[in-house]
Structure formats: C-alpha cells, structure tokens
C-alpha cells in the first residue's frame, strides 16, 4: 500500500515556475510514479511519469521541454519542475503510482494507475 500526497501548487503569472512534490510513504523502489492534471470541464491527461527502478521518464507533448521529472535519492518524493508556465496548464495536478516495469508513457487519462494523490491546484494567470 502506497499514500501519495502532493504539495507546491499556487498562483503563478504566465512564465513563471512552479517544482510540484509527491510525497509517497510505503516502498515505492518498484513503482511508476506519474504526474496527471485536469483543467475545468476537461478530461485527466497524464502531464510526465518516471520509472522509479530504471529511472526512464517520458513527457506529454505540450510539456516537453518546459517540465521536468526527477525523484531524490531515497525514492521517496517525486518532483515535477514546471517552468515557462502558460494559461493552459491551469488544472489541479495529480501524482499516482503504479507497480509496472520496465520504463512508463504518457498515454490516456492514467486508468490504470493504483494509488492516487488529493491534488494540488496550479493557476497560471496574471
């Protein structure tokens, strides 16, 4: 059994950055860990995951290059670095985890993934 719990979300103007934590409690060395948000009156859409036990990662296309993935040493926390954030990445922001190896993809809405965060809200505007 996993708990996730996520922090770092506020208000940013368009541009600036945010670093989002996922805190996981429980033996995560084996999991994926995803990051996944929903904007008002839109579907889930998977935003980045990183394999905690090869350390591959992979982006949503409009994210690439502006977010980053990366865990700490301990594998206990998970962090999304966003940076030159616009309007559209409004959405709450959700961290999950799924046991499943090798490598992750950004891909749907994230279904299948086991374990889920409360969220953390993300407001780019000026």
């Known amino acids: 059994q996993l708990q996730l719990v996520e922090s770092g979300g506020g208000l940013v103007q368009p541009g600036g950055f945010l670093r989002l934590s996922c805190k996981v409690s429980g033996t995560a060395d084996r999991y994926v860990i995803g990051w996944l948000r929903q904007a008002p009156g839109k579907g889930r859409e998977g935003v980045s995951c990183?394999?905690?036990?090869?350390?591959?990662?992979d982006y949503a296309d409009s994210v690439k290059g502006r977010f980053t993935i990366s865990s700490d040493g301990a594998k206990n926390t998970v962090f999304l670095q966003m940076s030159s954030l616009k309007p559209e990445d409004t959405a709450v922001y959700y961290c999950?985890?799924?046991?499943?190896?090798?490598?992750?993809?950004?891909?749907?809405?994230?279904?299948?993934?086991?374990?889920w965060g409360q969220g953390t809200q993300v407001t780019v505007s000026s």
């Open positions: 990183i394999n905690l036990r090869d350390n591959t990662s």
């Open positions: 999950a985890a799924v046991d499943w190896h090798p490598g992750c993809l950004v891909v749907g809405s994230g279904d299948w993934y086991d374990y």
